[in-house]
C-alpha cells in the first residue's frame, strides 16, 4: 500500500511540475508571438518527405498545461478513489499511458505522427473502458472501440489524399486548402473530428463509456479523449472557412447540443447525466468552431476542461460514499452530511449553467452572443436557445434530486466527505472554476470583442437560463409530488430520453452488421482468397516451382555428364 501511494503522489508532483512549466511557457509564446516547430526528416518517397514534427506554440502549450494539471489532481484523486483495487498498479500504467497519448497528438502538427496519439487515445480508452471485466464494460468497450475506429479509418483516408500536397504537416497547408478539391479531404478530417468528439450520429459511445471508473471518466470527458476531436478541428480551422463542410458541421453540432440536453432532463444516472452534458458542450464548441471562431472553442474548451472534472470527481465521491448507487433518486439531502462535496458540486452545476462571474459564464456567454450576431439561420438559433434552457433545466434537476428533499439512501454506513486523497484536488479545481474563466479571458482576449446584438438578444442567453431553471425545478416538484404522467406520452418521452435510439441504432450496426460483415469478408478474404492468392499461396507455388526446376536442373546435369561419358569413350575410340 505504501508503493501504491508513493506511485502516485510521485506521478501527480511530476505532471503539475510539467502544467507549470508549460503554462508558464504558454504564456511567454504568447506575449513574444513566437512559436517552434521541430522536425526530424527519416524518409524521402516519392517526392514526399516522411517527418517527425512536433510543435510548441501558445495554443499546444496552454492545452497540454490544462492536461497535465487535471491527470495531476485525477491520479492523487484516484489513490483514494481506487485504493482498494488489486489491480491499481495497471491502472496507474493505463492512466498514465492515456495522458502520453494524448500529449502526442497536441503537440504533433503532422497528419502521420497525430495518429500515433490518436490511435494511443482509441486503444487505452478500450482498456479503461473493460476495466472492471463484466458484461457491460465488454458491449461498453467494443462500442466505443468501433465507433471510434471510423474515425481512424477518414484519418487513414486523409493521410492518403494529404499526399498530394507534398507533405502531412497540416499546420503549414491548412491557409492553403479552400480550393473546392480539397472538399473530400476536410470532410474526412472532420468526421475523424465528429466521431472522437461524439456528435450525432457517433453519440453512442459516450453514455457507453460511463462503464470506465470514475477518476477515468472525469479525465476523458474532460481534457482528454472527447476533446481530442475538437483539438484537430481548431488546428483544422483555417480551412474550414466559409464552406459547405462547415454549414454541415454546424447543423451536425446544434443536433447534438439539444439531443444532448433533452435526453439529459430524462436520465436518472448520475454520471451519465454529467456525460450528456459533456456532449452538450461538445455541440457548442462544435458549433463556434464551424461558425469561424476557433479562439472562442479553445477559450470554452479550456474552461469546460475545469469545471467538468470537477462535477465529475463530485460525483464520484457521492458514489464512493453510497456504495455504488447512481441513481439519483436513491439520493437527497447529501448536503446535511457532504457539505464540502455539494458545495463544489453546485459550483461546478452553476459554471456548467454559465452563472455570471464564474468560469463558463466568460466562455459560454461569448460563444451564444457571438453565436447569435454571426449569419444563422433559424433552425440553429432556436437550437442554441433551447439547447441552453435545457441545460439549465438537467442542472437544477440534478441539484434538486442531490441536495434537496430528504436523506434516501437507507440504512448505510457513515457518509461524509473527509477523505484528503479525493476532496484536496477538489478544492485545486474548484478554484479553477471560479477565476479559470476570468483568467484565461484576460489571457486569450487582452482585446475585447465588439458585440452588436439588440437589446433582447443580448439578454436572451439570461432569460433563457432562468426560465430554464424554473421550469427545471418546477417539473422535478411535480414529479415527486403529483401522479407520473410521462405514461401518458410513453413514445415520445422514450424517443427522447434515448439519445433519439442512437444507442439502440449503434448496437444493432455493430453486432448485426459490422461485426457480421466484418466475419463474413475475414473469412471469404482474409483467411480465403488473399490467403489462396496471397502469401501462402505464392509460398505453395514457389515452392512447387523451385522443386520443378530443380528436377529439371538435377536431370540435365545427368544428362550432361552421361554424354560427357559417351563422348569421352567415342573419342578414346576414334584416336586407337
Not at 199 to 211: D, K
Not at 242 to 258: E, P, R
Request: glycine share 8%; with cysteine.
Amino acid at each position: 500500500m505504501i508503493w501504491k501511494i508513493s506511485m502516485h503522489l510521485t506521478s501527480m508532483v511530476f505532471l503539475l511540475l510539467l502544467s507549470i512549466v508549460c503554462s508558464f511557457s504558454s504564456v511567454l509564446m504568447m506575449s513574444m508571438n513566437v512559436s517552434c516547430v521541430i522536425e526530424w526528416e527519416f524518409c524521402f518517397v516519392n517526392s514526399c518527405s516522411m517527418v517527425m514534427s512536433l510543435i510548441f506554440d501558445w495554443i499546444s502549450l496552454l492545452f497540454s498545461s490544462f492536461v497535465l494539471l487535471i491527470s495531476s489532481m485525477v491520479l492523487f484523486y484516484s489513490g483514494g478513489y481506487m485504493g482498494g483495487d488489486k489491480s491499481f498498479n495497471r491502472f496507474m500504467y493505463l492512466v498514465l499511458a492515456f495522458v502520453l497519448s494524448m500529449m502526442l497528438l497536441i503537440v504533433s502538427p503532422n497528419l502521420v505522427s497525430i495518429l500515433l496519439g490518436w490511435d494511443g487515445l482509441g486503444l487505452v480508452s478500450y482498456a479503461l473502458v473493460i476495466y472492471y471485466q463484466n458484461e457491460k464494460s465488454a458491449n461498453s468497450g467494443m462500442l466505443t472501440v468501433l465507433s471510434n475506429r471510423v474515425g481512424d479509418v477518414a484519418m487513414l483516408l486523409s493521410i492518403g489524399l494529404m499526399l498530394t500536397l507534398g507533405g502531412w504537416n497540416f499546420v503549414f497547408y491548412c491557409p492553403h486548402m479552400e480550393d473546392s478539391s480539397m472538399v473530400l479531404l476536410k470532410s474526412l478530417v472532420v468526421i475523424a473530428g465528429m466521431t472522437k468528439s461524439a456528435q450525432i450520429p457517433f453519440s453512442a459511445w459516450l453514455p457507453a463509456a460511463m462503464a470506465a471508473p470514475t477518476p477515468v471518466s472525469a479525465l476523458v470527458h474532460s481534457s482528454t479523449l472527447v476533446t481530442a476531436g475538437v483539438y484537430l478541428l481548431i488546428r483544422f480551422s483555417p480551412s474550414l472557412v466559409d464552406s459547405s463542410v462547415s454549414s454541415f458541421l454546424l447543423i451536425i453540432s446544434c443536433l447534438t447540443m439539444f439531443m444532448a440536453g433533452l435526453g439529459a432532463n430524462f436520465e436518472y444516472d448520475l454520471k451519465k447525466i454529467i456525460a450528456l452534458s459533456t456532449l452538450s458542450q461538445l455541440g457548442v464548441m462544435m458549433s463556434i468552431l464551424s461558425l469561424g471562431a476557433q479562439d472562442l472553442a479553445f477559450f470554452h474548451l479550456l474552461t469546460h476542461a475545469l469545471f467538468k472534472a470537477l462535477l465529475f470527481m463530485c460525483a464520484g465521491v457521492i458514489i464512493h460514499n453510497v456504495k455504488d448507487y447512481q441513481d439519483i433518486r436513491h439520493m437527497g439531502g447529501l448536503v446535511k452530511s457532504m457539505p464540502l462535496t455539494m458545495s463544489m458540486m453546485t459550483l461546478s452545476n452553476l459554471a456548467l449553467c454559465g452563472m455570471p462571474f464564474m468560469a463558463g459564464f466568460y466562455s459560454k456567454d461569448l460563444v451564444l452572443e457571438v453565436a447569435f450576431m454571426s449569419n444563422i439561420n433559424l433552425i440553429a438559433f432556436l437550437l442554441y436557445g433551447l439547447a441552453t434552457g435545457l441545460t439549465v433545466c438537467y442542472t437544477f434537476r440534478l441539484i434538486f434530486y442531490s441536495i434537496s428533499g430528504d436523506y434516501n439512501v437507507g440504512s448505510l454506513s457513515s457518509i461524509s466527505d473527509s477523505s484528503i486523497l479525493m476532496t484536496s484536488p477538489m478544492l485545486v479545481l474548484s478554484i479553477g472554476a471560479v477565476v479559470g474563466g476570468a483568467s484565461l479571458s484576460w489571457t486569450l482576449f487582452p482585446e475585447s470583442y465588439m458585440i452588436c446584438l439588440s437589446f433582447w438578444l443580448k439578454s436572451l442567453v439570461m432569460v433563457v437560463s432562468l426560465l430554464g431553471g424554473l421550469v427545471g425545478y418546477v417539473l422535478n416538484i411535480m414529479n415527486v409530488n403529483y401522479s407520473l404522467k410521462s405514461t401518458v406520452n410513453f413514445p415520445v418521452v422514450c424517443f427522447a430520453g434515448s439519445m433519439w435510439f442512437l444507442p439502440h441504432l449503434s448496437g444493432f450496426m455493430t453486432s448485426n452488421y459490422s461485426l457480421k460483415v466484418g466475419n463474413y469478408f475475414e473469412k471469404s478474404f482474409d483467411s480465403g482468397w488473399f490467403e489462396h492468392m496471397g502469401g501462402q499461396g505464392a509460398y505453395g507455388l514457389m515452392i512447387e516451382k523451385s522443386t520443378y526446376l530443380e528436377m529439371c536442373q538435377n536431370k540435365t546435369l545427368k544428362i550432361c555428364l552421361k554424354t560427357l561419358v559417351v563422348w569421352v569413350v567415342v573419342l578414346l575410340l576414334l584416336v586407337k
